[in-house]
């Protein structure tokens, strides 16, 4: 029945931005444990459905007598590691999540591998994000937990309650991803998860979220088992579903689930989103009673809600090139489906074999309240590739079918899907018992905005919970890029958009690695070889940790300085041309021209311009302060500030104190008046402050300009004294070096115009800054009152600079990073040399500008810069990094799950019970999709489960063992409730998986065990085992002392006066003895 490619005859230009977009999708199904998996299986016409031996099923559970029954058909739809969850990666402690329903489990990891997919992280995210989903029948509740709550239903009833119950499946993905749209648990058995896309898209329509997740799952025990196939039922007979054959006598029921991401179609494509598919119409109702039965199908509901969903698409069917069916290949509801299907169509068309039809059952069976998204997710991956997948087991047309005269053909084999213009489109039909009917419109996505340029160099960065999954991270997007190279497939691929990405839609963890790049070849190399200088990584122990910007002083200064950052970056480009706008009149020359000549020949007249003071001071407060407003527009706001003489006027004006206008004012006229003073010289010594002022004593003319480091100052004064101390020095066999300076700056040799600079500034507002920054005067943070005083200014450029007391104040918190905001590198070298309180601070300062001898370019300085910021712990804001790109969200590698096995055995059923469900007479009403008669593997043991326990994690504490009896007991009521094993007396109850609820489940059990009581706030005050036991033995002892209180009272009770008298006279005669 296969028709020619497929064509159409609308122009793509029609096309629209109303609809709801397909922005990402995750999923585990029989034989896949991802969507790419899965569509291999469906384009190489796998059959997913695993068929046990005897062995396999005994070692399940199964009952060896349901084996010889003849009607037993040993296979299922089976999808892989139910039993397995990382819990540690979402906080929840191994008891938890042995208790939890694997539904539950399994579909937090999923709902995290969609956000991802589509490019986001929820705590980047601004908008509301919907979670829309159901679920199957609770079987684990039933077989596994039951049994062990009944039992210890103190240790775990509560957080079964919650872990198990369809209300809960929703909401705990919002708690978990911290998700504020609306958290819905959708329940019509199967067609459950494409009712929930249908919601979700009618909740994006109505703006109750912006991003929404919907799908589904089953799964749960049993896992490996069998069915029993009844003549006349909904099972087929040999494990095989056939879809609208003539042959078709039922489905296989599977495992798996699905999950999409959605967004408002002109948000996707606003915010540079990939786009797997459209929905451009949903139709939801019911079949109400017109029917034979509460299960049986309906026509004419069928017809309706397909009708309606085109309708509300706005498209003729006739532009429908294919139909994914609910398609469970049962003798009955196959032709009720395809007369329900010619019914919708035949109203507007009476065109034949355009429209292909299949269905997912037939490669993985049926996934009950995931089959909706099943089948959406591989309609979205078709309209993607381009390509049908053929729907298998398909020889002879079920005969009550009349294909014939339909719009509809059988797809049978891997098709391209061609059009002649008009959009692909695609239905997606799933029903469920009960009535309750869903059909969904898809359209390919409109044509992608190609990415625009970017910057030369790029960052990859991956962050982990550990340091495991940080290396299969590594290697997962080494392999995806290695195949993507070399990918026709997949074109449009940039290595700026994976590095973005990787920047706006991952979450950062402790665990970090970055590669610095500039095409794809050396990011494979880098990630292939672990290339020193191009990869870099670090375990990251801050969040937002701090930034101290340090401004350069004079002498940093060079000819295009910073000109990879004024060709790449708009911020430090618009900063530079209008400081230099601002200073041309004050200066009398364009000093963006003197920074960046437009001439080779122009660098060396150039740099002796720069060599003069009036036009040095107001190039480097150009370059600082266009660097600093680049680095804040890039989300960093430093914590505070220090500048090295001129540099603390940069800081002074990001910090408020100034305008810009006025702090350029400023700069010009302090540069002026220094130039204009007598001629000197400066030394650079490497000693320390008390030995050169020990040696200045008996040379009058020099003086102390500066004090950099514990051993380095600079000195300056008249240059035949500075030359006499270097004789000195060299004599000596101490470092020192001449500066490049016409003037002694810092010394008494600026006195003369310290008056003049004062009333200059005197002109000028000055507020309180709105940053704390360092006085190089005195060392310290700067007071308001030395900001607001014009005298302080013109003592600043008379003093010596105390830039060592500054890092030494800046360096009182150790987690302060220290950028260098300016050319070069020389206030790092000096901040390293630093080692405060026996810290090594080398490691967190980085410089924004490379010095003149660097071979690196600024560009990749800069990002190198950038991402050892991040690798520290500092938080960038990367939408303002791109915001002059346009950069797409493309899908790469998602999170590499850790699990490990969380499974409660439960007990076995008695032999009667078995014997009852392969006894029973079959059902004979057709399509009763709930009740299903599946002979389930039963676990071996009669009674429940010995108690697991995991191992300790990695905490931030040591271990250390109980010291007491209070201690040993308290630790043996943690372990049991949080299922982990040891547990020290100093571990933290929250880094061990702890909440609210295990906390109030612990304060019961403690005080049935010492009969005390204490507050719910105890344990967030002091959620260690050592702090508690400490005060259960105070509540012990105070206990203690009121009991012999009231033995007292009782014997004074009994007393005559003079007996009391007596008996108080007496212990006061003891007293006094002692």
Not at 288 to 305: I, L, R, T
Not at 397 to 415: Q, W
Not at 483 to 489: A, I, K, S
Not at 517 to 534: I, M, S
Request: hydrophobic share 40%.
């Amino acid at each position: 029945m296969n028709e020619e490619p497929l064509e159409t005859g609308e122009n793509v230009e029609d096309l629209d931005l109303n609809g709801v977009a397909i922005i990402g999708m995750a999923g585990r199904f029989p034989g896949a444990d991802n969507i790419y998996e899965f569509w291999e299986n469906l384009v190489n016409r796998v059959e997913s459905i695993r068929f046990y031996n005897d062995e396999e099923l005994i070692e399940a559970g199964v009952d060896p007598r349901a084996l010889k029954h003849p009607n037993y058909v040993k296979a299922k739809g089976e999808v892989g590691n139910v039993d397995m969850f990382d819990a540690s990666f979402f906080g929840i402690n191994p008891r938890e999540a042995e208790v939890t329903d694997p539904q539950h489990r399994m579909l937090l990891e999923c709902a995290w591998e969609a956000m991802e997919h589509a490019g986001y992280d929820s705590s980047k995210y601004d908008g509301p994000i919907g979670v829309y989903a159901g679920k199957s029948m609770d079987y684990y509740l039933l077989l596994n937990v039951y049994p062990y709550i009944k039992k210890e239903i103190s240790a775990g009833s509560l957080q079964a309650a919650i872990g198990n119950d369809k209300d809960s499946l929703t909401t705990l993905i919002s708690y978990r991803l911290n998700l504020t749209g609306p958290g819905i648990t959708i329940q019509t058995s199967s067609s459950t998860s494409l009712v929930a896309i249908c919601v979700a898209c009618q909740s994006l329509l109505t703006y109750q979220c912006d991003m929404a997740l919907a799908g589904g799952i089953t799964a749960g025990p049993p896992i490996k088992s069998g069915y029993l196939y009844q003549e006349g039922g909904i099972w087929a007979p040999d494990g095989h579903c056939r879809a609208f054959d003539a042959q078709a006598k039922g489905f296989v029921p599977g495992s798996g689930m699905g999950l999409v991401a959605l967004k408002r179609l002109e948000d996707a494509v606003w915010d540079g989103d990939t786009i797997w598919a459209v929905i451009k119409g949903f139709a939801v109702n019911n079949d109400g009673s017109n029917k034979v039965s509460y299960s049986a199908p309906s026509v004419d509901a069928q017809a309706e809600v397909v009708a309606q969903a085109q309708a509300v698409a706005g498209v003729d069917p006739e532009t429908i090139q294919y139909i994914e069916t609910h398609g469970t290949g049962t003798n009955l509801g196959d032709p009720i489906e395809m007369t329900a299907l010619n019914q919708a169509f035949r109203a507007r068309t009476d065109k034949k074999h355009f429209c292909a039809i299949g269905s997912v059952k037939s490669n993985i069976g049926h996934l009950d309240n995931a089959a909706g998204a099943a089948g959406l997710i591989k309609v979205a991956l078709s309209l993607k590739h381009r390509k049908i997948p053929a729907s298998l087991h398909f020889d002879k047309p079920n005969p009550k079918i009349d294909f014939e005269n339909s719009p509809f053909f059988v797809n049978t084999e891997l098709k391209e899907w061609i059009t002649d213009g008009t959009p692909r489109r695609a239905g997606v039909t799933s029903l469920g018992m009960g009535g309750t009917n869903a059909h969904v419109i898809l359209e390919e996505a409109p044509e992608p905005e190609p990415s625009g340029e970017s910057r030369e160099w790029q960052l990859l960065m991956l962050s982990a919970k550990t340091s495991t999954a940080l290396e299969e991270m590594t290697g997962n997007l080494r392999d995806y890029l290695k195949e993507n190279l070399v990918n026709p497939g997949n074109p449009g691929l940039r290595l700026a958009d994976a590095a973005y990405t990787l920047q706006v839609g991952r979450r950062d963890f402790n665990q970090r690695r970055l590669v610095l790049c500039q095409d794809f070849a050396d990011a494979q190399y880098a990630l292939e070889n672990l290339t020193p200088g191009l990869l870099f990584g670090s375990e990251c122990e801050f969040v937002n940790r701090p930034v101290v910007f340090m401004f350069s002083g004079q002498g940093a200064q060079y000819v295009n300085m910073g000109k990879g950052l004024y060709e790449s970056e708009p911020v430090f480009k618009e900063n530079i041309d209008k400081c230099a706008e601002i200073l041309e009149p004050l200066v009398g020359v364009d000093l963006q021209q003197v920074i960046y000549p437009e001439k080779e020949e122009d660098i060396e007249t150039n740099a002796e311009q720069l060599r003069q003071t009036r036009i040095t001071q107001p190039v480097l407060f150009m370059i600082e302060y266009s660097a600093a407003r680049m680095w804040m527009d890039w989300g960093i706001r430093p914590v505070g500030m220090i500048g090295h003489s001129i540099g603390e006027l940069t800081a002074a004006c990001i910090a408020g104190c100034m305008t810009l206008e006025d702090a350029l004012q400023v700069v010009a006229a302090r540069g002026r008046l220094m130039q204009g003073m007598e001629g000197g010289a400066m030394l650079s010594v490497g000693i320390a402050e008390s030995d050169i002022l020990d040696m200045l004593k008996s040379n009058k003319d020099v003086s102390l300009s500066a004090v950099n480091s514990p051993k380095h100052c600079v000195v300056s004064g008249r240059t035949e004294a500075v030359e006499q101390l270097e004789k000195e020095l060299f004599q000596r066999n101490l470092f020192c070096r001449r500066l490049h300076t016409s003037h002694a700056f810092h010394s008494p040799m600026m006195e003369p115009i310290m008056a003049e600079f004062e009333a200059v500034v005197g002109q000028i507002q000055l507020n309180k800054p709105e940053i704390p920054f360092i006085s190089g005067v005195t060392g310290t943070w700067i007071r308001e009152n030395e900001v607001r005083d014009p005298r302080y200014w013109a003592e600043q450029l008379r003093k010596p600079v105390r830039f060592s007391d500054g890092i030494k104040e800046i360096l009182k918190d150790p987690a302060r990073i220290l950028l260098e905001v300016g050319p070069g590198n020389n206030l790092c070298v000096l901040a390293k040399q630093h080692k405060e309180n026996g810290n090594d601070y080398g490691e967190m300062v980085f410089s924004s500008i490379r010095h003149i001898k660097q071979s690196d370019s600024d560009e990749a300085l800069i990002l190198k810069t950038l991402g050892n910021l991040w690798l520290s712990g500092v938080i960038i804001d990367w939408q303002n990094y791109y915001k002059s790109e346009k950069r797409h969200r493309i899908p790469l590698p998602t999170y590499p799950f850790e699990r490990k096995r969380y499974w409660l055995e439960g007990v076995k059923e008695t032999a009667p019970q078995i014997e009852r469900g392969l006894e029973r007479e079959p059902e004979t009403e057709v399509e009763k999709e709930e009740e299903k008669v599946e002979v389930e593997a039963k676990p071996k043991s009669r009674e429940a489960a010995a108690k697991t326990f995991q191992p300790r994690p990695a905490l931030p504490t040591e271990y250390e063992a109980p010291t007491n009896e209070i201690e040993a007991s308290i630790v043996e009521i943690w372990e049991d409730i949080l299922g982990i094993k040891p547990i020290g007396i100093n571990d933290n109850f929250f880094d061990l998986g702890g909440h609210s609820l295990l906390a109030t489940l612990f304060l019961s059990r403690l005080q049935e065990k010492y009969n005390v009581r204490l507050e719910l706030r105890i344990i967030f005050e002091s959620p260690t085992i050592a702090t508690i036991a400490r005060l259960v033995r105070e509540e012990e002892n105070k206990a203690g002392d009121l009991k012999e209180i009231e033995s007292l009272l009782d014997e004074i009770e009994g007393l005559s006066q003079d007996e009391v008298r007596s008996a108080l006279a007496n212990e006061g005669e003891r007293d006094r003895e002692i």
